[in-house]
């Protein structure tokens, strides 16, 4: 399998995966993550499309990962970091992919610059204007309980939080999403970010996703309960001749549950993408 590389461009740490001989103008994946995981997530997805001819990249982004934070950590925020990513890296145009947090992020970044996206990959995502909040992303937008539960984390309640979703959870895996409380600043980020999450804002991006008219593939766990397949098959009518896979087995975090089939249905779906191109089709 291609060996995976870490670097830093910017200020923002980031993995990567390209073939032998890849050049400018080639093609590029850039993978997005969520909440609260890191580039690690797509570890196992980079180097698969390396092997179909891909510059597959993966940003953490700031306050995950090895990214430092840079406050205020909010949605506005980070859709700017990710741009400011994408020229930083040299990277003209992407497929994207996209986890969680990094839908609503990706997806806004995508919409605001359409010219720099010839596809899309959406795994159990939103981006609605009509989404609701759950959980402990509700505690998070509250004044005061917030800031508890960031200051309260440990890594043993963050390991149990998480493990409640994917059972299976590699201790690394833990280790590297952990960072994401790793310093006040982190915390803190954590906190901006959810609470300049008002869904309203996605209005101004109506019809948007499906004006792109790029080739796209959505990938679900059949099992998650945060982002319900529905949300799927959601996405499913809104994108022209968009498909979609859905993974009985598999929960939230799919890339953790079933690594192998999550990156081979990706790594399949880009192949496709870049033949087609090729061919004119």
């Known amino acids: 399998m291609t060996a995976l590389s870490l670097g830093r461009t910017d200020g923002i740490a980031y993995r990567e995966a390209r073939p032998d001989g890849w050049d400018e103008g080639d093609p590029v994946a850039l993978a997005v993550h969520g909440y609260p995981t890191s580039s690690y997530l797509w570890r196992n997805v980079l180097p698969r499309l390396a092997e179909v001819g891909y510059r597959a990249v993966a940003p953490d982004l700031p ?52 010219e720099a996206v010839n596809a899309l990959v959406l795994t159990d995502t939103g981006f609605f204007p009509d989404g609701k909040w759950h959980g402990i992303a509700n505690s998070l937008k509250t004044e005061g309980e917030g ?17 409640q979703v994917s059972a299976d959870m590699p201790d690394d895996a833990i280790d590297e999403y952990y960072k994401a409380y790793s310093d006040p600043e982190r915390k803190q980020s954590q906190l901006d970010l959810y609470r ?38 959601r996405f499913q009518k809104q994108i022209p001749n968009a498909s979609m896979v859905v993974l009985e087995d598999a929960d939230h975090f799919l890339m953790e549950d079933q690594p192998d089939r999550v990156a081979g249905e990706i790594s399949a779906f880009l192949a496709g993408v870049t033949s087609t191109a090729a061919t004119g089709g």
């Open 63 to 114: 306050g995950f990962g090895d990214s430092p934070a840079d406050l205020p950590g909010t949605w506005e925020r980070q859709v700017e970091h990710l741009e400011r990513f994408r020229r930083a890296a040299g990277i003209e145009r992407t497929a994207l992919l996209v986890h969680d947090w990094g839908g609503l992020i990706g997806l806004r970044w995508a919409c605001d610059h359409p």
């Open 147 to 163: 800031e508890q539960v960031v200051e309260n984390m440990n890594r043993d309640l963050f390991a149990m939080g998480v493990r």
């Open 196 to 233: 300049s999450g008002d869904f309203s804002k996605l209005n101004a991006y109506d019809g948007k996703l499906g004006a792109l008219g790029v080739p796209t593939l959505i990938v679900w766990g059949a099992k998650d309960q945060f982002a319900p397949v529905r949300g799927g098959y």
